[in-house]
């Protein structure tokens, strides 16, 4: 006993202490050596984060991104309201949401003059719901379309060029809906002939949930994002509501046979922002990176993200993604010829997904579950 | 007679009493409380209104799917019962004590990997161009639409609980008093009617138990009504996910959630009840 009080009260003690000091200490020296890199926080869906994105500019500013993925709009601000201001430095945001995230006060407003609009097609310098009262918040970075879906062993381009083969008798029990409402319904609505199609009357909005219950005999199931994935990719499903080439380029890239087409009722769009979070301590940082992936360089790896393809709105980066991947840039629509992405939009084939105008975002909802439950 | 609480008592039973509390009545506390919140601009809000439990009891799509996975679960829990015997029954009585050990491992096997890839590899064996359907193929039958079904959802169920039905179910039939079943064959009573009045009789216990908790786990799933089912018919557990991907409505979801366990705990009192008749007395 008295051997071992010894020993702690002793010298030794006083060289276990000095080591465990040096010890403890050792990692400080280091990082002075090497500086660790900024730890950079973004909400994003899955893939903005992912090396094939963040690795070059990761090393070119020492950073490295922590993300915080989420599957869907509601969940992101679900995400958001709960966490203390300046939880998230970056903020990928569709379109629609924007405004809700800018309402609430999540939001820092930006510089248009730190981003390269100029760079970005007239459609994209002034995009609705990156401004709000002549002021900017977010920044388109890429977009899509939404159509027909298809497998190309059991439809042609041509059948497959309207809703309506959704009816059609051979699909009975294998037209799949990504289950969400807002894209699924929008499409409806525009098979109805409605120009804008969110901002329908009662009247217009009682005959697109009409038609949208017609088509629920020939529905073979609702799924989330990765049973839409393995049902188009097993043929399980024939064709798909609600989706575009977001799901079916990453699956044609791997060699299933489906594709997606924007039918003659028009599409239509996707659109993800990026932004910078509220009380963010790197803000400098984080419109670096805004910079970076608007910028041309940046713009053409978004469009050939791993996770999910994509257009992207920088003039630009047209030219990058053609000069490093021409069949990509022609497989998505990008390039100098005619019928190209931009002219799609430019003859109005293309419309905004956005929320319900004259109606409740909760009234589409409760629809969409009735419509699941007929 | 009565015991008076000692330390030692104490120390063994203090565990799991603030266990319950931390992670089962505090909770439960907190999802009561959520159901009467209301959602402004997709920001829940401390509120005291009843509008959530209105609005989800007077939809017909919420009674529709409540009498959806009611009917799912129970059959569920009978057809895994059933299913599930034979097997239980044989590895009680039939098999030697070695080769008992190894089916009572092999019935914890599927535990050992997750539900959501086992779920997942069925759409292999299930879909149009899958494994059964490319087998009757050859015999020139098909193909039969076995995805995305009420019978692929039921699949699903049977893979989540089946192994732990057959080991409840063994359990009791270890424990049924030989004796009982010597005695009703010196009697002259076959082998069926042995089963059916001896042996299901006194292992009554168990196998109530072990189809309660099929059910309970049948109730709750989303993996198998949406990776097997499509997500049709919609089942609460569905509805759930459905209703907190509109406007942040999770006190809505919450009305829901207490249904459901307000429905177990009935369910499961009146099994246990059942199951325990005459047992206790």
């Not at chain 2, 017909?60 to 059933?82: D, H, K, M, P, R």
Request: hydrophobic share 45%.
């Amino acid at each position: 006993m008295t051997r071992r009080g010894s020993l702690l009260r002793g010298p030794t003690r006083r060289a276990f202490l000095a080591a465990g000091t040096a010890a403890l200490a050792t990692p400080m020296l280091s990082r002075r050596a090497f500086a660790a890199p900024t730890e950079l926080t973004m909400l994003a869906w899955y893939g903005h984060a992912e090396p094939d994105i963040v690795a070059e500019f990761e090393a070119e500013h020492n950073v490295r991104f922590v993300p915080k993925y989420y599957t869907g709009g509601d969940n992101m601000l679900g995400l958001i309201s709960q966490s203390p201001p300046g939880t998230f430095d970056v903020i990928l945001s569709d379109a629609e949401y924007v405004q809700a995230l800018n309402a609430a006060g999540h939001l820092e407003e930006l510089d248009p003059d730190d981003y390269p609009l100029d760079e970005f097609f007239p459609e994209f310098q002034e995009f609705p719901g990156n401004w709000a009262d002549g002021k900017l918040f977010s920044i388109i970075t890429r977009f899509g379309f939404l159509g027909v879906a298809y497998n190309t062993d059991a439809l042609t381009e041509a059948e497959a060029s309207t809703y309506n083969v959704f009816w059609d008798p051979k699909l009975k029990g294998k037209v799949g809906h990504f289950d969400w409402h807002l894209p699924n319904l929008g499409q409806m609505s525009l098979l109805n002939g409605n120009s804008s199609p969110y901002d329908i009357d009662e009247s217009a909005w009682q005959a697109v949930k009409e038609k949208t219950m017609s088509l629920r005999p020939q529905v073979g199931g609702f799924f989330d994002y990765g049973g839409t994935f393995s049902s188009l990719n097993d043929g399980q499903m024939l064709a798909f509501c609600g989706i575009g080439d977001w799901i079916t380029g990453v699956l044609e890239k791997n060699g299933a046979k489906v594709r997606s087409v924007v039918p003659e009722e028009g599409g239509l769009q996707w659109s993800e922002c990026f932004s910078i979070g509220k009380g963010s301590q790197k803000a400098d940082l984080a419109r670096k990176w805004i910079q970076y992936i608007t910028s041309a360089r940046g713009q053409a790896k978004s469009a050939q993200m791993a996770a999910y393809p994509a257009l992207i709105p920088n003039r630009k980066g047209w030219e990058v993604l053609w000069a490093e991947n021409p069949e990509e840039a022609r497989r998505q629509g990008m390039t100098d010829e005619p019928g190209n992405v931009i002219d799609m939009i430019r003859s109005g084939r293309i419309k905004y997904r956005q929320w319900p105008v004259q109606q409740d975002l909760e009234t589409w909802n409760d629809f969409w579950s009735e419509y699941k439950g007929a | 007679m009565r015991r008076p609480i000692s330390l030692y008592g104490l120390t063994f039973s203090l565990p799991l009493l603030v266990w319950q509390i931390l992670f089962f009545v505090f909770p439960l506390v907190f999802l009561v409380a959520l159901s009467f919140w209301t959602v402004r601009n997709f920001t829940l809000q401390p509120d005291f209104d009843t509008v959530n439990w209105t609005t989800m009891y007077g939809r017909t799509i919420f009674w529709q799917a409540y009498g959806t996975t009611l009917a799912l679960a129970a059959a569920a829990a009978v057809l895994t019962s059933v299913l599930a015997f034979p097997a239980a029954y044989a590895i009680a009585f039939r098999l030697s004590d070695a080769a008992r050990r190894w089916a009572v491992f092999l019935m914890v096997i599927p535990f050992f990997t997750s539900y959501l890839v086992r779920v997942y590899s069925w759409q292999i064996f299930l879909s149009d161009n899958g494994i059964f359907n490319v087998i009757l193929g050859w015999a020139g039958f098909g193909p039969f639409t076995m995805l995305n079904t009420v019978g692929a959802t039921m699949v699903g169920y049977l893979t989540l609980s089946f192994p732990l039905v057959v080991l409840l179910q063994l359990f009791s039939l270890a424990f049924v008093d030989r004796t009982l079943i010597e005695a009703a064959h010196n009697m002259r009573c076959g082998r069926l009617r042995t089963v059916a009045e001896v042996i299901i009789p006194s292992a009554r216990t168990g196998l109530v138990i072990a189809a309660l908790f099929c059910f309970i786990l049948s109730f709750g799933d989303f993996v198998s009504p949406i990776y097997l089912g499509g997500g049709s018919p919609t089942t609460l557990s569905i509805l759930i996910t459905d209703t907190t991907k509109a406007g942040q409505q999770w006190p809505r979801a919450a009305v829901i959630a207490l249904t459901m366990i307000g429905t177990l705990l009935l369910v499961a009192f009146s099994a246990v009840k059942f199951a325990y008749r005459g047992v206790l007395r």
